[in-house]
């Protein structure tokens, strides 16, 4: 990048070398510096959000939002860089403008601090770390102060130590949200992959949930070993008169699941399609006949182009009910639809069987183009899972 270039985005003078700031402008106090640059990170998000209406996606560097999203490129300079010449060092400096603020959500490999997945990005990283804590991930931070000025992909600013993740250990433990922990199932470089590939045969209307598995058809969320789907088959299957795109599940923590290490919500799974209707193929596990009426998951979807969205509730026993048979339930009502049944070891031992739940949700406004779905436990007794979503 030429050195004038960079000397005129930090608001240096190319004439005798000396910080602008510091010979035409009264000092500038830390406090304002802080208001400034929040101001600069307001105007980032915005422009974000801007470019994800038109693109679809998120940038892979602030700099591409300029200058169609940002007409000013100093706008990507903190204040306090401004001041002291510092921006962000590699590997995560912007590659293509001086910018002092950190992109989250770049492209850049991960290397030794995910060991099993060295070549996954940062981008992956933060999208898991979404899928555990929600939209208070930051995507832009500013480490030039202390304390560190975090703006969240919700679009929140707020202020941490310069491991933001400290300021949730309420919630959930720093090493959980490490890339290490979080891509520590994937298997070592040159081993098979954990979850089967997608079918090519494939379409967009099974939507791709590979990158949100947290357990496999072979293994259990539970105390027992041999209480597994692996009798499941997996791939593209019709069941209930829909086909589902089957290699994996996404377990949610519940209050009654003993494993505390799944996460409430995963966020953000891509749609991006218009459609008359979602088919979900899914379970919980921990449901008694109690808990029958209960609320136990939503599935949260977000449209295109707009801030709307809406919340499909999931009951138990209106949408779904636990995976195994249980001697005690009600009869099936009409609202159920049970898509598939099978048997594993543990419920072969009580003699009885497992099943799944096709639940259809029917699209009042299919002109409107779905961007996402987020799938969120309500935190009752029962654990809901999800196989598949097919979009119709």
């Not at 009409?334 to 096709?358: D, H, P």
């Not at 949700?361 to 007794?381: R, T, Y």
Request: hydrophobic share 40%; charged share 20%.
């Amino acid at each position: 990048m030429p050195l004038l270039l960079v000397l005129s985005i930090l608001g240096v003078s190319t004439h005798g070398g000396e910080a602008a700031a510091a010979t035409n402008a009264p000092a500038v106090s830390a406090t304002q510096e802080r208001n400034l640059c929040t101001t600069n990170l307001t105007v980032i998000y915005q422009a974000i959000q801007r470019y994800r209406e038109d693109r679809r996606d998120l940038p892979n560097w602030l700099s591409d939002l300029v200058p169609n999203y940002i007409s000013d490129a100093r706008i990507l300079v903190c204040p306090v860089c401004r001041r002291t010449g510092r921006i962000e060092q590699p590997p995560l400096a912007d590659p293509k403008l001086p910018s002092s603020y950190l992109f989250e959500f770049c492209p850049v490999p991960l290397g030794s601090l995910a060991p099993n997945s060295p070549h996954r990005t940062r981008r992956e990283w933060k999208r898991r770390q979404m899928g555990m804590l929600g939209a208070e991930v930051p995507i832009v931070r500013c480490r030039h102060h202390y304390p560190v000025l975090n703006l969240a992909f919700s679009g929140q600013i707020y202020e941490s130590l310069p491991q933001w993740e400290q300021g949730f250990t309420n919630r959930i433990s720093t090493e959980a949200l490490s890339a290490g922990s979080l891509f520590a199932d994937d298997p070592p470089s040159g081993q098979p992959l954990r979850f089967p590939s997608r079918d090519g045969k494939a379409k967009a209307g099974q939507l791709d949930l590979t990158r949100f598995y947290n357990v496999t058809l072979s293994e259990s969320a539970h105390q027992r070993a041999d209480d597994t789907l692996a009798s499941l088959p997996p791939g593209l299957r019709t069941l209930a008169g829909v086909e589902f795109d089957i290699r994996g599940l996404i377990q949610l923590g519940s209050r009654s699941l003993t494993n505390k290490t799944f996460p409430e919500q995963v966020i953000n799974i891509p749609v991006r399609q218009k459609c008359k209707r979602l088919h979900f193929l899914h379970a919980t596990s921990m449901g008694t006949a109690r808990d029958e009426g209960t609320l136990v998951a939503a599935y949260v979807l977000r449209f295109a182009g707009n801030e709307a969205r809406l919340e499909i509730p999931v009951v138990y026993g209106r949408e779904l009910r636990d995976w195994h048979v249980l001697r005690d339930e009600p009869p099936l009502g009409n609202e159920l639809t049970v898509a598939w049944t099978g048997t594993n070891a543990a419920s072969t031992a009580e003699g009885r069987s497992i099943r799944l739940f096709k639940t259809t949700w029917v699209n009042l406004a299919p002109e409107l183009e779905i961007q996402s779905i987020d799938f969120v436990s309500k935190k009752a007794g029962p654990a809901p899972f999800l196989i598949a979503i097919t979009a119709e």
